[in-house]
């Protein structure tokens, strides 16, 4: 079964052992279960330690002022050093304003691998395209 099914563990198949009827421990199915030969691929915290000088995230929020007027927030951070690369404010936030922001951020140089945002709805096509024309790989987050 473990041959099979390789990413179940001991648990998951000592319980699909007790459904079928099969009385047997979880450190007997532990024991016998056949062993990866070859090493796991690297996790999240590995790929982020090789690749953090060419990781950027970046996120749109919101600002109240106190005449209860809206300003919207934009940040571009860097993962290397963790330094803030860029930091913008506009009332009205387009998707042409944030490719604007993108580029004035990291120069035509020293423009990130990867680029780490949310789902939001202000990041339009003008945005991706310009992403995709300096090299940047667009990378949004998991729908929550």
């Given amino acids: 079964m473990s041959i099979a099914n390789p990413l179940w563990g001991a648990p ?12 047997i421990g979880q450190t007997s199915v532990a024991k016998y279960m056949v062993r990866r030969r070859h090493p796991p691929s690297q996790g999240w915290r590995t790929f982020i330690r090789n690749h953090a000088d060419g990781i950027a995230a970046m996120d749109l929020f919101v600002v109240p002022t106190i005449s209860f007027r809206l ?4 940040l571009i951070m860097g993962h290397g050093r963790r330094h803030i690369l860029w930091f913008g404010v506009t009332a009205h936030p387009t998707a042409e304003w944030i490719a604007n922001q993108v580029t004035e951020a990291c120069g035509w140089e020293q423009a990130p691998c990867y680029l780490i945002r949310d789902r939001d709805g202000a990041y339009g096509e003008v945005f991706i395209r310009r992403l995709r024309s300096r090299g940047i ?8």
């Fill in 137 to 144: 790989r667009d990378r949004p987050t998991s729908p929550s």
């Fill in 12 to 23: 998951r198949i000592h319980g699909e052992l007790l459904k079928l009827g099969i009385e």
């Fill in 71 to 74: 300003l919207y927030g934009f």
